[in-house]
């Protein structure tokens, strides 16, 4: 399962200033680039500083479209090197199973190899330990599952045409494929019609690998990597021993008798193209990904949207209020005040307390905690902070941000509480910290059991568990404390009049004014603004997608606040002119219930888009898309919550009551 990480960030990011313009990206000090030059060329090595010869290549975990469960690269028994260290990897690298480690693979620089032998795999039918791992691998290929490599920090891509002459590059390549007994063949069998015998499983045993560099202006400083491109082969070679990249292609058939050598050879070559830069080695990658005209479509009908709440917005707040509050201002005597109606009359019971807002608190103190991770971490990748080539880095900073924004959740659901009347501060800090992040945690640990009983890289080791629940209980949980602290120090939050001691008792509502009607309508408007988005986000996740449009993403964002925000201002309106003063809980569910639209869509995407099998694999999509519903319904039930407590402070702070 794909999970953050791999939105990489792209070389070409779209911000706002006035207009949207493409501007290149930058690699952030620490990134810098790896120098190469040939070995044993007069010293030349030495003359150069941390200039190397040796290309190492690294080995990710796999992962597959039909399967949620990826698996370390060493799982399905192929070459390995168990003698070197591996890459120390970040907290976000963790949480979505990369399982980065080096490999047998080892290239010196402008040198030539061809059909290079790397070991050789034998099984025996005999033994039970050989035919298991021969049945994993071929459930690998059965389920299309993908390698992933990586050269100088960059991705070694498969590159093959598609549709209308266009050519996709794909940061993966299969372990296999498979021909059914009906003679159909699967996946990538159908790219060679030696792939032909039914019920027969043929392994890419062989990869043709072109590494593209340009020579430095400066030829000190010597030549830099820029592309890594590779073929999948299947050779059966005459001779397993001494492997030639000949013969037939090497099939897995379920009859075999006897031992069966599965030869790992790879042939490699270097071109030089000073065509491309070093900072924009990944473009070659998203531009095969035709997505951009689709994302200009969801920008204008966002925009679209956006345009028509806000007219609605500036009539209302322009004509309507300014009209009804110079009538209600002007008015000499009590007769004249009791002919008005609407949402004159609910002044004194509009900032009433809620039911149950000990609860809407905690809420808005996490939505608070969400909005503020989520809002800094997509402008660092707008600005390319979090680099493509740090891999993990996106998830990395959300969990650190999340971790440090502690203070503002309590603060927040403290200054609120205390509003509302309440006095159980104790509770209210406890709940604060621990309702909505233990929630998502148990489910996530759920989840984390699951894969850990189907032995899947992505279950998170036992240290990194307790180092993830030492950040939330050592400092995460202290700063909501010192949060709540100021926040129940500072006097409650002032109310522009006063409230009744009887509530106001409240007329007959209509259909469309009654709660869930109206809560239902709310959360349109905002999910029709991010469908689009979302259809591509799920990809990434699911479908192993690159992700890497975030400029359109951050401005996708500021849509889903101004629409969540104007559609809950619309709604909270329209009730009030009911007289329905119990606004607070409906305007955090009108724009939360976008949460619920996401669910929905989150299913049918399930069924129509993916190929998932599996039960392991359904459990885990549901519980993660679970998880991901929840902090979007406190993320947007916040927004929708303090957009219309600004309009109803607002509106009643100019109103004058005898």
């Known amino acids: 399962m794909r999970i953050v990480y791999n939105i990489p960030l792209v070389s070409r990011v779209f911000l706002l200033s006035g207009i949207l313009n493409c501007v290149s990206s930058f690699y952030l000090p620490g990134l810098a680039p790896v120098s190469f030059c040939e070995k044993g060329q007069a010293g030349k090595e030495q003359d150069i500083p941390d200039c190397r010869s040796e290309i190492e290549l690294f080995v990710n975990r796999l992962d597959s479209v039909e399967s949620v469960l990826p698996y370390e690269y060493t799982a399905f028994d192929f070459c390995s090197e168990e003698s070197e260290k591996r890459p120390s990897e970040n907290l976000g690298q963790v949480l979505f199973g990369e399982r980065i480690e080096p490999s047998p693979y080892k290239f010196e620089f402008k040198k030539k190899e061809e059909c290079k032998h790397v070991c050789t795999k034998t099984y025996s039918k005999d033994k039970a330990e050989d035919k298991t791992k021969l049945d994993f691998l071929k459930k690998g290929m059965l389920l299309n599952y993908q390698h992933h490599w990586i050269v100088d920090n960059m991705p070694v891509t498969w590159c093959y045409d598609v549709e209308d002459g266009q050519k996709f590059c794909n940061p993966g390549f299969p372990i296999g494929c498979y021909v059914t007994e009906a003679g159909r063949p699967k996946d990538a069998c ?242 604060t910290a621990f309702l909505c992040p233990g929630i998502v945690f148990a489910d996530f640990f759920i989840m984390n059991l699951i894969l850990w009983g189907e032995g899947s890289s992505a279950a998170m080791p036992f240290g990194t568990l307790v180092a993830i629940l030492a950040l ?148 885990l999509y549901f519980g993660y898309t679970m998880i991901m519903a929840l902090i979007f319904f406190l993320f947007t039930g916040t927004i929708g919550f303090f957009a219309c407590f600004w309009f109803v402070t607002k509106i009643y702070s100019v109103v004058k009551v005898d």
């Open 472 to 619: 939330w209980f050592c400092i995460s949980v202290p700063l909501t404390f010192i949060g709540a602290y100021f926040g129940f120090k500072k006097s409650g939050i002032e109310h522009p009049v006063r409230t009744n001691q009887i509530p106001r008792q409240i007329p007959e509502q209509s259909f469309y004014t009654k709660p869930l009607p109206g809560i239902v309508m709310g959360g349109i408007l905002p999910f029709g603004c991010i469908f689009i988005q979302l259809f591509f986000i799920l990809n990434s996740i699911w479908s192993h997608q690159m992700y890497y449009m975030f400029g359109f993403l951050f401005l996708v964002f500021i849509i889903l606040l101004i629409t969540c925000s104007e559609a809950t201002i619309l709604l909270c309106y329209f009730h009030l002119c009911a007289e329905d003063y119990h606004w607070q809980w409906r305007s955090f569910l009108t724009s939360g219930f976008t949460a619920v639209y996401f669910l929905v869509y989150a299913v049918h995407y399930f069924f129509s888009k993916l190929q998932i099998t599996g039960l392991a694999s359904t459990i």
């Open 190 to 431: 159908v790219v060679n019609a030696d792939f032909h015998d039914k019920d027969t499983f043929y392994i890419f045993n062989h990869v043709d690998i072109t590494i593209y560099y340009h020579v430095v202006e400066n030829e000190a400083a010597g030549a830099r990597l820029v592309a890594a491109k590779m073929d999948p082969k299947s050779f059966k070679h005459t001779n397993a021993d001494k492997p030639d990249c000949t013969g037939a292609p090497m099939d897995l058939s379920n009859k075999f008798s006897g031992d069966l050598k599965i030869p790992y050879t790879y042939s490699i070559q270097f071109l030089e193209d000073q065509s491309i830069r070093w900072a924009s080695r990944w473009d070659y990658i998203l531009e095969s990904m035709p997505h951009t005209n689709i994302q200009w479509f969801s920008i204008m009908n966002s925009l679209v949207i956006v345009l028509f709440l806000s007219g609605m917005v500036a009539m209302i707040m322009l004509r309507t209020l300014h009209k009804d509050i110079a009538r209600y201002n002007q008015m000499d005597s009590v007769e004249d005040a009791q002919e008005e109606f609407g949402w004159k009359l609910v002044h004194g019971d509009v900032f009433r307390p809620p039911r149950k807002g000990m609860l809407l608190s905690v809420f808005l103190g996490s939505g608070t905690q969400i909005f503020i991770m989520t809002f800094v971490t997509l402008f660092f990748a707008c600005l390319g902070f979090l680099s493509p080539a740090n891999r993990g880095a996106l998830m990395t900073c959300a969990v650190v941000l999340w971790v440090l924004l502690g203070t503002p959740a309590g603060y927040v659901a403290a200054r609120f509480y205390k509003s509302f009347g309440g006095e159980k501060w104790k509770t209210n800090v406890l709940l």
